[in-house]
């Protein structure tokens, strides 16, 4: 019995079972239409009572990982995980390909803004000032990332209007006479998804996002975009091409 030892920081002992049973799922280890544990099991399975067994299903259930069919079960469902290829050409929108859905784009929020030190360290921007917008990506009728874009206003004023009318960070660069744009580098990390990023993205409370921290540039290594993505994890795999 892998018994959960709930931490002493309160985190709830129902997160830590659904977080084993939705990599279980990601992972294979659990496929399309295999049949959950029962409450029962699980919560012999985990030493914790039936209640909290339950709350851990109905998060996966959220998610679209699972589903209850009554008299039967608790069974996966298969639900779609998107590979998102990340090289020195990182093109989301062609990365997931036709088979995704139909993806389309959302600006939540622009600002110009000091940008952090972090963040003007890497962009080098012209001026004091860099263009922030906040977006939300949805593929096949799910969110699937939210992102932080920084920009350097000398070089694409007109991003927010471009992004607004494409709906795509390529496409956008594209009406501002980018036509060609390399990925310098990209690093990935986990966590769970703040209280907003459940709202936007569409997820149980506990759910894990993956992060990408990454530098885009011009061909000529002129830094032009420094993007900050949080992927639902549930949804989302990331290769990470080493040609």
Not at 70 to 89: C, L
């Amino acid at each position: 019995m892998s018994q959960i030892t709930r931490p002493s920081t309160g985190y709830a002992a129902w997160r830590l079972i659904a977080e084993e049973l939705r990599a279980d799922i990601v992972e294979g280890r659990l496929g399309t239409g295999a049949r959950l544990p029962s409450e029962n099991e699980l919560a012999q399975r985990f030493g914790v009572n039936r209640q909290t067994a339950r709350q851990a299903v109905t998060a996966l259930a959220g998610e679209g990982l699972v589903e209850a069919r009554r008299g039967s079960g608790t069974f996966v469902t298969g639900a779609p995980v998107h590979v998102h290829r990340i090289g020195v050409r990182t093109r989301l929108s062609s990365s997931l390909g036709p088979s995704a859905g139909p993806a389309t784009g959302r600006v939540l929020d622009h600002a110009r803004e000091r940008p952090p030190a972090g963040i003007a360290a890497r962009l080098q921007p012209l001026g004091e000032l860099a263009i922030r917008v906040e977006t939300l990506r949805i593929v096949g009728g799910k969110p699937l990332s939210r992102g932080t874009h920084w920009f350097d206003p000398a070089r694409v004023p007109d991003i927010v209007a471009n992004l607004r009318r494409t709906s795509s960070v390529t496409a956008a660069l594209r009406a501002a006479g980018i036509h060609d744009y390399v990925r310098l580098s990209t690093l990935v990390s986990a966590r769970h998804a703040t209280a907003a990023e459940v709202v936007e993205l569409e997820l149980e409370p506990g759910s894990v996002v993956l992060v990408t921290d990454s530098v885009d540039a011009l061909v000529d290594q002129t830094p032009l975009q420094v993007g900050i993505s949080r992927f639902a994890a549930a949804r989302m795999a990331l290769d990470i091409e080493h040609s």
